[in-house]
């Protein structure tokens, strides 16, 4: 039902972590635009990984180490083609969610947040048809 969709990393300086990413494991910059919250999000391939890095969607201080919005390691997402029928499934297990379905700023492209254990934030992205 599932596959891996990308790894996000958030940054205070996103461009300079990308970039880091490039000089030092040979990742190649894909695109650069806007994400959620009207951050810098820079979209990566690494090794045939997709790995977006971006900034803080408020301009503000994020936390460390919890399910909420942080710096390095954030989240990781999993393709569905039935976003309503996942969350139903997970909701239905007592899996909490942290955002639920929203369109993404582009169009077309479903995505929720749901709470992971030890405090993991997983994105589940059902991609427009």
């Known amino acids: 039902m599932f596959h891996?969709?990308?790894?996000?990393?958030r940054s205070p300086d996103?461009?300079?972590?990308?970039?880091?990413y490039v000089d030092h494991l040979g990742a190649k910059i894909l695109s650069e635009g806007?994400?959620?919250?009207?951050?810098?999000?820079?979209?990566?391939?690494?090794?045939?990984?997709?790995?977006?890095?971006?900034?803080s969607p408020t301009?503000?201080?994020?936390p460390e180490?919890?399910?909420?919005?942080h710096w390095g390691l954030e989240h990781f997402g999993l393709d569905t083609d039935d976003i309503n029928g996942a969350l139903e499934q997970?909701?239905?297990?007592?899996?909490?969610?942290?955002l639920p379905i929203t369109e993404m700023p582009s169009g077309g492209t479903l995505i929720a947040y749901i709470k992971g254990?030890?405090?993991?934030?997983i994105e589940l992205v059902q991609r427009k048809t």
């Open 65 to 69: 180490g919890s399910s909420e919005y």
């Open 4 to 9: 891996l969709n990308h790894i996000h990393l």
């Open 90 to 98: 997970l909701t239905s297990k007592g899996v909490q969610v942290l």
């Open 14 to 20: 996103p461009h300079k972590s990308a970039q880091w």
């Open 117 to 121: 254990p030890d405090e993991v934030m």
């Open 34 to 55: 806007k994400g959620l919250g009207n951050s810098v999000a820079i979209r990566m391939d690494l090794g045939g990984a997709t790995v977006n890095m971006s900034g």
């Open 59 to 62: 301009g503000d201080l994020l």
